[in-house]
């Protein structure tokens, strides 16, 4: 049998999982629930496991039985996050969170999905030529569990670099069952400034007797926006949001302080750096202008997230041959969210991969995005789920073992 027969006998498993998960989101980098709940779900599969050290990740190590001659082995990473969003749940579903918090980025379908990977990998085990890295990571949401994980070492967890990675991301927008990325920039990087414009305070009646903050954080406002369209490559798009803006009290009241908070996104990672270098310089030149002072943080917080072509053109080709070309889709424009897979993915090459969970019964018109508090996912697509990155493990190490034929060298069959 197929991995996608093998991947139906443990649907059940993998939905019964999930529901459960669903109903207790945990938030940012600890996730003992979680942690418990993959820790049992791998409980007597024949992995290396290990739980992080400042996060409450879990990373599994699963060795092939092929070897080279000198023991060269490709390892390839498949990773799941596994966090929630402080959101009070909406969906209507019968196993919804009644925590206050929810799984609204469908994280829970993506620990179900790699623990069934590592089901799949793992009754394969003989025809592995390689090792895969399980990485099951807290802390997407923020404040990053990627990068600690690296530092603590995942991407050498089987003992040797990892040398692919891929993800699956669900999303609530694409048709149940659609595979979707890109080559090259597929994300967006992102960043996020903080400004407190200093003045006067004064009576609301006497403005030329203060220094009004507000007038000036206004025209900050407009100033990013200029400067987006006169200081940025038009064919390098960069988004500035002011999110917050807060001032005052009372409306005959001339503050002292204005504070804005905008959410920075760019495609390159070289208009990130200009962003931080430029933007202080800006904000504090129109202060400066009109006599007040300006504190500027601006906070790079996850890279562009890059596919790798050739990963991307070896993802579409495994995933036609699992589900047919009517299944994957190219999206011809990046998405200007942020994702901390970018850490992995600017370290190994590979690949991270959307895959619609829209229920059949909601509309493509009204379909509630990711992060939306009555968004649903369709979980009888866990399977599938599974069986996509197991077949991207088993093609991938394949192929670099062909790459590599020091490490094709003596395998056993
Ligand atoms: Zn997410």
Redesign the pocket.
């Known amino acids: 049998m197929g991995l996608v027969d093998d991947a139906a006998l443990i649907l059940d498993d993998l939905v019964a999982l999930r529901r459960r998960l669903h109903q207790h989101p945990e938030l940012g980098l600890h996730l003992p629930k979680t942690q418990a709940a993959v820790l049992e779900a791998l409980g007597g599969l024949p992995l290396e496991i290990m739980t992080g050290a400042g996060l409450s990740s879990v990373v599994a190590v699963l060795r092939g039985d092929l070897r080279g001659a000198a023991g060269q082995t490709p390892t390839v990473l498949l990773r799941g ?1 596994m966090d929630g969003l402080p959101i009070v749940e909406d969906s209507g579903e019968p196993f919804a969170s009644t925590t206050g918090t929810m799984h609204a ?3 829970d379908l993506h620990v179900a999905g790699l623990v069934g990977a590592a089901r799949l990998l793992s009754a394969r085990k003989h025809e592995l030529a390689g090792n895969v890295v399980f990485m099951f990571q807290p802390g ?2 923020g404040p990053g569990g990627a990068l600690p994980m690296i530092e603590e070492g995942v991407l050498d967890a089987a003992g040797t670099p990892v040398d692919a990675a891929f993800g699956i ?1 669900v999303t609530g927008l694409y048709n149940r069952g659609l595979f979707v990325s890109k080559a090259g920039p597929a994300w967006a990087g992102n960043g996020i400034l903080s400004v407190t414009v200093r003045g006067k305070g004064g009576h609301g009646s006497s403005p030329w007797m203060a220094v009004d903050p507000v007038t000036v954080a206004a025209e900050v406002v407009m100033a990013l926006q200029s400067y987006v369209t006169r200081r940025i490559n038009v064919f390098d798009p960069v988004v500035i949001t002011v999110g917050q803006f807060h001032a005052g009290t009372a409306s005959n009241v001339i503050p002292s302080t204005a504070q804005l908070q905008a959410s920075v996104r760019t495609l390159s990672n070289a208009s990130l750096e200009q962003l931080a270098a430029e933007l202080p310089r800006l904000v504090q030149g129109v202060a400066g202008a009109h006599g007040c002072t300006a504190d500027v943080d601006f906070q790079q917080e996850y890279p562009v997230t890059v596919n790798d072509v050739d990963m991307w053109e070896h993802a579409k080709t495994v995933l036609t041959g699992l589900y047919g070309a009517e299944r994957v889709f190219e999206r011809p424009d990046p998405i200007m969210g942020a994702e901390d897979f970018s850490f992995v993915l600017e370290r190994v090459p590979g690949c991270f991969i959307q895959l619609g969970a829209r229920p059949d019964d909601v509309s493509a018109e009204g379909a509630p995005s ?1 992060h939306s508090a009555t968004v649903r996912f369709d979980d009888s697509l866990l399977g599938e789920q599974a069986a996509a990155l197991a077949e991207l493990a088993v093609t991938t190490l394949a192929k670099l073992v062909e790459l590599r034929p020091d490490a094709a060298a003596g395998v056993a069959h």
Do not use: I, K
């Open positions: 996050d980025c469908g994280h997407e949401e991301h990711n």
